[in-house]
């Protein structure tokens, strides 16, 4: 009788381990698909806010030498991304094929030549922007800037609002595996409860039974990582092959440094959880035991 007993043991034993593995496992699944969402949210953020635009007007009597000499002192700018020159015979064009008709019949031939600029993310702020918009100002040739001010005032107010909200979610979310985590490990270490207070008995130390313990909770918190981490190269890849665009693999260390932080999070929270648990149960009187 005594190998079915031991068989279901081991199998109550075996049940007991993927049952706390596949809850570490969800938990940082979800924290890590959190962390995508906000590697991909900042990618995109900084797309948008790298469509806001300086238009500079140029005198039109402005000589192409001195033209082509102002638009390489703005690409050696760190604010400047890009620059387009538009002349002012494409620009004239764009606006005939945009209004359908050629305006100048009507109010003659009044488009300047331009350079279109394009910011860098982190100058697109509204003080960054005065103060670009400011300092073009004194350049010689400049007539006019032109750009969208209440577009950017809208983007910069709903980036900040999308950034706080992910920031709530992302501290609650972390609220939330901690507490799982926690309640998988207690009950894991609750069911060994009586051979906990055996080994005491028999006159082991604290040290020696909380260590297969620890050892047991850290090795799920590192399986639970890895499959976490199986699971969403799984998503990334699945989602990088249907929408390329909403994926951002241009910057694989941020992926490893979100791999990194699912890991150590599996890993500390299991040692913590585990070493608290355990040593309950070594405080804990006897009678105790049966509630």
Known sequence: MAEPEDKITKNRVATSWISSVLSITLV???????????????KISEETRENISFEIMLSPDTKQADIM?????LESKPYVKSTQYISKEEATQETIDMLGHD???????????????????????????????????LEKNVTDIQYQRSYVENINQNLAKISLIMLIMSAVLLLIAISLI???????????RFIIRSMLLVGA?????????????????????IFAILFLSGIIYLAYSRFPGLINLDEPILYIYLFGIITCIGVLFTWISTFFAVRKYIKMRIDKLYF
Do not use: C
């Open 182 to 192: 926690n309640n998988t490990i207690r009950l894991s270490i609750y069911a060994k």
């Open 205 to 225: 130390k604290r040290t020696t039974i909380q260590k297969p313990f620890i050892f047991k909770g850290i090795m799920q918190g590192i399986w639970g990582a």
């Open 103 to 137: 305006f100048r019949e009507v109010v003659g031939d009044i488009l300047p030549p331009s350079i279109v600029l394009k910011i860098h993310s982190k100058y697109t702020s509204v003080d960054s922007l005065q103060k670009i918009e400011k300092t073009l100002q």
């Open 28 to 42: 940082l699944f979800m924290i890590g698909l959190l962390g995508i969402i906000l590697i991909n949210g900042r």
């Open 69 to 73: 000499e102002f638009q390489k002192i």
